[in-house]
Each structure stands twice: as C-alpha cells, then as structure tokens.
C-alpha cells in the first residue's frame, strides 16, 4: 500500500494561493484593442455584504471581498448594502471613456466609488422623470492608456434583484440608449395596442360580465407590466420611495387580478367550496401584504409579495387546466388566453427574482403576451359571430312581438269597440228595468228580493258606464268639464260614502285632509271617478280587520292623493300591467271584476294631465299615489249652499247580513252550505232552499271549506271564482277529506265553456250549473243528487258489512270510512262499553262529525250502525260455529241476553236459536 507524506510548507502554499484567488489582491481586468466592447464583468468582480449597511467607503476598501465567479450577480432581499469591486486596466485601447452597465432597471441606489477619488457617482433610476431616458443603472469612467483603477459599487436595495455588469464604450452605450428607446416605444405602443383591442371588445362589443372583467384584469396586468419596466412609478410619484413602492406594489397585484378574473369566469358552482375560499384568501392576504409595505417598506413584505404572487400563479394555472380538462369551465375563450397571461406573468417575475437566469426572457414573455391577445381575439371573434346570430335572431323575434303587441291593440281595439256597442244596447233595456222595479219598490216596501235587484241594476249601469267613457276616451271625444268647486269640501263628502262600507267589512278606515277651504276650477265628475275606483279596489282586495288609509294634500297648484291598503298586494313584476285594458292579475282573478276600472282611471289621469303611481308588496299591500293640476281660485263666484253628494258606492263590496249562525241540529231537516262571495247572489240561493234545508253560508273559499268541516252538510253550492279559496279548490278538499268526501257538491260559475265544465267534474263536482241559472234547474238538479245519496243510504241500511271488492275494482270514499268503521268497532267488538265518544276519538273525528257522517253514508245513527254491525257479525258466527247463543251474544258485545234477542228478533225476523238451526 502506497502512502503519501505531504510537507507542511505545500498545506501553507495552498491556503495562500486560494486567499490570493478569493480575496481583493486579484488582478486587473486588462483592456486592450482586441477586447470586444460590450464585455461581461460580472465573473470578474469581488463581492463584500455590508450587514449594517453603515460603513463608509474608506471603511469598506479595508475589508476582505470574496472572488465572484458567477456568470451573474444577485441581491438578496435585505436591509444590507451589497459592495462589489473590479479592476481595470486600459493596456492600449484609444478611447479613454467607458461605462459600467447594470441590464436591471429595478435595482434601487446604486452608487460608484473610484479608489483614492474623493467623489462618487449615484444612479437612482427612481427619481429620472423623463420617459425616455435609459433607466437601467450606469456610470461613465474615465481610464486612460495604460492605467489602473479600482471601481467601488454600492447597492442599496431592499428588494432581491438579478443583473450583469457589463463593460461598454461610448459609442455602444449611445446605440444601447437608442435600442431602448426603440424597444420601450414598441413594448408600450404594444400594451397600448392590446389594451384598445380587449377593452373595445370587452365593453362596446361583447358586452357581458366577463368580457368586461377580461378588459379589467388586461387593464391592471398593463401597469403591473408597465411596473416592471420602471416607467409608471415615476408618473405617479414624486418622491424616489413613494415611486419605488408604487412600482413593487403594481408588479406584486397578480394575485388580486387572477381572483379577480377567476371570480367572473369560473363556473363556482361545479366546483368545491374550498376554491373559492382559496380565491378571496389571495385578495385578502395580497391587499394586506400590499398595506404593509406602503406602511413599512421592507424585505420581508417584498419576498412575501413575489412567493404569494408565485403561489397564485400556480393555483391558478393549475385551476383553469382542471376546469379545461373536466370541461366544466364555461367560457374557454377566457381561459386559454389567461393560461397565456399567466405564462408571461410568471417568466417576468421569475426573472426579476432571479430565480430564473436567463438572457432573452422578456422577449419570450413579450411573445407569450401577444401570443395570449392573438388567442384571445381569435375566441372573440368566435363569440362575436355566435353574438351576432343571437342578435339577429332576437331582432326577428323584436319583429314577432312587434307584430304580436300590434295584433292585440288590434284586438283591444275589437274589444272595445263590442263592449261599446253591446253597451248601448244594454242602455234602453235597463232604462225598462229601472222605471218598473221603482214601482214595486213603493208598492212592496217589505220585499228584500226588489232591493237586491236594484244594486245590481246599478252595477250594470256602472259598469256600462265605464265602458262608454273609456269608447269616448280613446275616441278622443272626452274634454274635461271644468267648474268650480271646493276640493276640501267634495272630497270630504266622498270618503264620507265609503264609511258604512268600511263598517260593514270591519276595515280599519281612515282619511286626512287640510281643513281649509281649497277652492279650484276642477272636473268633479272625473276625480269622483278617478277615487271611487281606486277606494272601491282597496275595499275589494282588503280582507276583514285589514286598514285603508287615504291622504289628501296640496302642493301649490297640484291635488295629491294617497291610498294605502293592507290588501293581498301584487307582485312586483305585475305592477306594470295592472293600468292595461281588460289586465286583471292573476291571484285576483277569484275576485269579481272585469279589468277595466284602473284602465278607465289611468285615462282619465293622463286627460286630466295628472300623474298616478303605484307601489305593492305582495301579501303587505297596495300604495296608490296621484297627484292633479288645478287652476286656484280665491272664492266662488256662485257659492251655493253645500248639500251632502249622493256617491254610487258598488254595493257588492257590501257584505248582507246573512243567517250564519249555526243551525240547530234535526233529525229531520237536512244542512245545505252555500258558498258564494256575492251577498245578493248568497242570500237569493239561500231563499230558494230555507223550507227544505238548515242553511249555512259562507263568504268565501276558505270559510267554506271550516264551515264544512265544523257542520258535515248534506249538500254543498259553492261559487267557481271566490277570493282565498276558489271552488275548485274548495271541491278538491272536500273530495279528498274522508270526513266530507261523500257530500255532493254543485259548482256555479259564469264559466260556462266544456273546458271550465270538465276542469270542475275533474276536481269532485258532482254538477256543474252556468251562471244566470234558472231556479227551477237548481232545485231539480239538487234534489237529483240528494236522490243518488238516498240510493246509497239504502244499500246500506240493508247490509252494514262491507264485503272486500275484487283487486281490479278501486273502492269508493263512502266503502273505505265504512270499512274503517267497522275495524274500530271489530277492535272493541266484544266490549259493551264502547261507547259513541270512545268510537269517534279512534276515528279521528269529533262524536258530530261522525254522526254526521254515518247518517249521510247509512242513514242510520251511531248507536245504530254499531248494533246492526254486531247483529250481523252475530248471525254469521250462529251460522258458522258451534258456540252457544249466549256465548255470541257476549263475544259482540250485548250484556244482556233478553235485549239480544229482542233486537236481533227485529232485525232478522227470527230467534237466534232459529237462525242458528
């Protein structure tokens, strides 16, 4: 084995030679007329890190620097200064000026100290306003012939920054500024240049939310870009920090405008919850990170900037891959181009990171940009052709509905023009009803039925009346009437008629009014008009205990008004609707009307040059506002002796007094329940059957539908069209509850058509009687179903035992309560006790109820059914088994042997111990 003695004095050599290579005693770099300017230095210079970054020069040219042989320079993020020497010598080159050039911008202070020179030269790139002027670090020196010179640079940057130190001569650092200047005129004008494209795009063409957030996101990427090349900071700020904060903070905001982006973009909905958590994590953290450094401008916030903006970058491309790939992103012309932005976004901050050395790696970034708009208006383009077709397409439409809202004026006009003429025609015969029916009027004082007649009479003239205004309103035959008259005085008068309505509808009414005279040159006739159909639809549509309040006010030469209900309301996207012709809303259609009363006002509205609007929540109310023009006047010129004004309230709204009460119970009179919103029509119904039924009535759907439920009639008439409930849904109720499934029901509507027949026999109707009817039809219809039900008591008052039906026949209501009467009592069969509480507590109903019911469906009583049940069931077991007599009647629960067999005599005709032989 071979073994090697090393003296000493080679370990001393060695240690001396790598101090002599590491430290400042390297030589001079020689410049001679074969260099070739420009010339990389930055393998040739010696490093020293001040840590306090306090030291002077003549302090700093005593410490030891360490050789530096990297093909580039890098400044970490801290607070210290960064020195870094070179030597040179001009052996024989001519030119005597050269310049020391650092290719980053961005480095903050950079200062350059000559050896045994007193002064030194500073660049800070920060604090050059003009656009133009080249903003990367340099100094010119002055070496001549055969000379030697040590140069000193000093870097103060807070923020990690990556350069070469390049060697130039005067001429090629005059080239270097006109490349620049070139080259920062062609990067600027392109940003420009895409800007225009995607913001034209994004807000003049597309048009959409996320066009325009792509145009946003392009915008703020511009500065960050603009940031990077150290030409926007110094617009804004006026002061070398403030603009340096200004640029790192622009070229730190990726994550702010990726989030941004991705928030308008990405279809959230298809993807977990936690991403966009992730999304408004980087908004919250960047814009705190962003604070801190305005706040404290440091190292440790401008790392935490470039890692955090590192970070997104990947989250980001990795998200918009995944939405690509699962093909759940909804708008790839977005993000294909973004992926690009990305890419370009992440080489630059790469690059002014250092992390990523490399030479031409703003020219590829530049490349990726442009790369990015070309994609992105090819997608646009795309989208813009399908954009195009959509449009044409809703213009053909536009044509359509143009065309469709022309046919219906056409067929409003139609209408109209036949309400109008079929109005005239009602005139004359009505003029022959009203003459006669005030004669029996005088003669039978006492006859209810002549003033049910007259308030209808009324109503139809009304009515009829409406119609002929709206004819001469659109006719453009109506002018307004012009007289004079005290408006306080008037309108006083005419609330005062709605207070019995509001009393007999227990509505909560209240009006205010100034209590001076107001005396004006008015159309009365039009504003009685005008406010006794907008008081007549907020009675019509408040229920019981609900408030109308109107409010009358002047403002100079204008009459305000203001209802306000706590009616049913209308839905917001109605509203524009209800003042249309013939419009009605489709939760008032259970609401008598005819959809032409708020027309009629809005046109008297705009003939007198008012103003009327309309504000309501559904389920809270209606608020109308009006307000008209009048001419003042100081006094009357004929005042005349005030007299109470007769105002043709629609008495329909007025609730009769009906006989609801609760009748008294008969074995022999049967319970109708008439279900009818109309008072007259309610009580004429009611005076038709009073000999032949204990009547109930009902104002409503809903107060039907208790009243059924509380009493078990024997026979229902319900109205169609009724507010809360209408009769269909009335009917459905009835049907389907076993409690009132076998009443019959007769549905009376004004809809006469096959389609409104058969819609009320599909909900239960078991009749089905159009609107004028004739009593005699009514009766007989009535009598006719009262005769189907008799049938059914009869099959079984013959036999209570219901046998099960074959699997193909579905079993009716009637058969179903039967059976599970007669599992109850099967349950309690052997118990004499069970008693007529306890039956119909197992039942689920009260001990009414089911009386009610079982004498309907068996005409017979609780007691009854019960016994004939166990009477049967006992005739069966006589039949069938070999038990004794007695010992049946006490397993069907008779106690008593000597009542058994009387009963059981009576129902069969024979003993027990006959029938059992």
């Known amino acids: 084995m071979l073994t090697f003695k090393v003296s000493p004095k080679y370990y001393i050599f060695f240690l001396f030679s790598f101090f002599i290579t590491h430290t400042c005693f390297g030589q001079d770099y020689v410049i001679s007329e074969s260099t070739k300017l420009p010339y990389d230095l930055s393998s040739k210079v010696s490093l020293f890190e001040d840590a306090t970054a306090k030291l002077s020069f003549q302090e700093v040219k005593k410490q030891t620097f360490i050789k530096h042989e990297k093909k580039s320079v890098l400044l970490p993020f801290s607070n210290q200064a960064t020195w870094l020497k070179i030597d040179l010598k001009n052996e024989s080159y001519q030119d005597t000026t050269f310049y020391l050039f650092l290719d980053n911008q961005l480095v903050r202070r950079t200062t350059l100290y000559i050896n045994n020179q007193a002064d030194s030269l500073v ?14 670090p340099h100094f010119p020196i002055k070496l001549k012939p055969n000379e030697s010179k040590s140069y000193y640079l000093k870097f103060e940057s807070k923020r ?192 002014v990171s250092g992390i990523l050395q490399f030479e031409n790696i703003y020219g590829i970034a530049i490349f990726v940009a442009l790369t990015e708009i070309a994609v992105y208006v090819y997608y646009l383009s795309q989208n813009f052709r399908a954009s195009v077709k959509i449009q ?75 119609l002929l205004d709206l004819s001469k309103l659109e006719a453009g035959e109506m002018k307004p009437n012009l007289q004079e008259v005290d408006l306080n005085n008037f309108l006083s008068q005419l609330v005062a008629s709605f207070e019995s309505l509001a009393h007999s509808k227990h509505i909560i009414f209240k009006h205010s009014q100034p209590h001076a005279p107001r005396f004006a040159l008015f159309d009365t006739d039009k504003l009685e008009k005008i406010v006794t159909n907008l008081l007549s ?103 005349v002796v005030q007299f109470e004004r007769k105002v043709n309230v629609d008495e329909s709204l007025i609730s009769a007094n009906p006989k609801i009460d609760s009748p008294i119970e008969a074995d022999g009179q049967s319970i109708m329940l008439i279900v009818e919103d109309n008072p007259d029509l309610r009580n004429y119904i009611a005076s038709v059957f009073e000999n032949q039924y204990q009547i109930i009535m009902a104002v409503d759907g809903e107060d039907g539908l208790s009243k059924a439920l509380e009493f078990i009639p024997d026979i229902v008439i319900s109205d169609l069209m009724m507010p809360k409930l209408d009769g269909l849904g009335l009917c459905e109720k009835l049907k389907t509850d076993e409690r009132t499934s076998h009443i019959p029901v007769v549905m009376l509507t004004a809809k006469a058509s096959l389609s409104d027949r058969l819609a009320g026999l599909e909900h239960g109707a078991d009749d089905y009687l159009s609107k004028p009817f004739n009593k005699e039809e009514l009766q007989i219809r009535v009598k006719n179903l009262v005769s189907q039900r008799q049938k059914l008591l009869e099959k079984f008052a013959v036999k209570t035992i219901i046998e099960k039906k074959e699997e193909t026949k ?50 017979q009583n609780v007691t009854e059914f019960v016994r004939n049940y166990r009477l049967e069931i006992a005739a069966k077991l006589l039949k069938t088994s070999d038990f004794s007599v007695s ?28 029938w059992k032989e």
């Open 810 to 859: 579905e079993p009716t209501f009637d058969e179903i309560f039967v059976q599970k009467c007669q599992s109850v009592i099967d349950k309690y069969l052997d118990r004499s006790e069970f008693d007529v509480e306890k039956f119909a507590d197992e039942m689920r109903l009260s001990p009414v109820q089911l009386r009610r019911k079982l004498k309907a469906i068996t005409d």
């Open 537 to 639: 639809n907020a009675f019509k549509f408040t229920p019981e205990n609900g408030r109308i309040v109107i409010k009358i006010d002047y403002s100079g030469n204008q009459l305000i008004v203001q209802i306000q209900d706590s009616g049913i309301g209308i839905e917001e996207a109605r509203l524009p609707h209800i003042f249309d012709r013939f419009y009605q809303v489709e939760e008032h259609n259970n609401y008598e009307g005819t959809g032409i009363g708020l027309a009629l006002v809005k046109e008297l509205v705009d003939l007198l040059k008012g103003t009327i609007e309309v504000s309501s929540q559904k389920g809270v109310g209606t608020r109308f506002e009006l307000v008209l023009p009048f001419t003042p006047l100081e006094k009357l010129s004929n005042p």
């Open 123 to 136: 660049f800070e790139p920060f604090k050059d306003k003009r656009f133009s002027n080249l903003k990367y």
């Open 887 to 914: 010992e049946i009647a006490y397993k069907v629960g008779f106690d008593s042997m000597p009542y058994f067999s009387k009963v059981f005599q009576e129902r069969y005709g024979k003993t027990a111990s006959e």
């Open 392 to 466: 044409a397409e809703k213009l053909r439409n536009l044509g359509f509905e143009a065309e469709k809202a022309a046919k219906l004026e056409e067929l409003d006009k139609l209408k109209t023009r036949f309400f109008t003429n079929i109005s005239h025609e009602f005139r004359t015969p009505l003029t022959l009803l009203v003459g006669p029916i005030e004669d029996l009027k005088k003669k039978f004082p006492q006859e209810g039925i002549i003033d049910v007649m007259q308030r209808n009479l009324q109503r139809l003239q009304t009515l009829i009346n409406q």
């Open 160 to 351: 990690g920054a990556y350069f070469k130190l390049q060697l130039y001569g005067s001429r090629g650092i005059e080239d270097l500024n006109g490349s620049y200047k070139i080259r920062l005129g062609v990067i600027v004008g392109l940003t420009w240049m895409i800007l225009f494209i995607v913001c034209i795009i994004g807000f003049l063409v597309i048009k959409d939310s996320k066009s325009r957030a792509y145009a946003i996101y392009t915008l703020a990427r511009a500065f960050s870009f603009w940031a990077s090349l150290n030409i926007i900071g110094n617009f804004i700020g006026t002061d070398p920090t403030v603009s340096e904060n200004i640029t790192f903070g622009l070229m730190n905001i990726y994550p702010i405008m990726g989030s941004f982006l991705a928030l308008n973009i990405l279809p959230f909905g298809s993807l977990p919850r936690w991403v966009k958590h992730t999304i408004y994590g980087f908004i919250v953290i960047n814009l705190l990170l962003l604070l801190l450094l305005f706040i404290a401008y440091g190292p440790v916030f401008l790392k935490l900037l470039v890692i955090l903006t590192l970070i997104s970058h990947s989250f980001f491309y990795t998200l918009f891959i995944y939405t690509l790939i699962k093909k759940i992103n909804q708008s790839p012309f977005y993000a294909i181009p973004f992926l690009f932005g990305n890419v370009s976004n992440v080489l630059l901050n790469l690059r």
